[in-house]
């Protein structure tokens, strides 16, 4: 049992943008291509170039390029619920990894006593 739990939580490790919620939501600029999730009312906007500003949280779509300062779309702060950080590349990147850990691992396991058919 204990070894299938280790499995699953590897699993969940690997796979996901691993969004969590900052701390606060103290004023600041994050980093340019940090993807930030904006909830309000239910309704969720994937931002990234976000800066807040003690009245304001500003961003640019995730699908455009952060530089584009025409591009950039702003919220009032009392108007937002919350906000979520993660890095969906990174997730993509781990969920990888963990899957062809999974199949070289599996293909150790069957051949390490010499491979079906000969090979």
């Given at each position: 049992?204990?070894?299938?739990?280790?499995?699953?939580?590897?699993?969940?490790?690997?796979?996901?943008?691993?969004?969590?919620?900052?701390?606060?939501?103290?004023?600041?600029?994050?980093?340019?291509?940090?993807?930030?999730?904006?909830?309000?009312?239910?309704?969720?906007?994937?931002?990234?170039?976000?800066?807040?500003?003690?009245?304001?949280?500003?961003?640019?779509?995730?699908?455009?390029?952060?530089?584009?300062?025409?591009?950039?779309?702003?919220?009032?702060?009392?108007?937002?619920?919350?906000?979520?950080?993660?890095?969906?590349?990174?997730?993509?990147?781990?969920?990888?990894?963990l899957v062809m850990t999974g199949f070289f691992g599996a293909l150790i396991i069957i051949c390490r006593d010499g491979c079906p058919n000969g090979g």
């Amino acid at each position: 049992m204990q070894r299938k739990t280790a499995l699953l939580s590897l699993v969940f490790l690997g796979c996901g943008a691993g969004w969590h919620r900052p701390p606060d939501l103290e004023p600041r600029a994050y980093p340019e291509h940090q993807q930030v999730q904006v909830w309000q009312g239910g309704t969720v906007r994937r931002w990234q170039a976000v800066r807040i500003t003690p009245d304001s949280i500003s961003g640019v779509l995730f699908t455009k390029p952060a530089g584009c300062d025409s591009c950039r779309l702003s919220l009032p702060r009392a108007a937002v619920d919350s906000i979520r950080l993660g890095n969906p590349v990174d997730g993509f990147w781990k969920t990888f990894g963990l899957v062809m850990t999974g199949f070289f691992g599996a293909l150790i396991i069957i051949c390490r006593d010499g491979c079906p058919n000969g090979g």
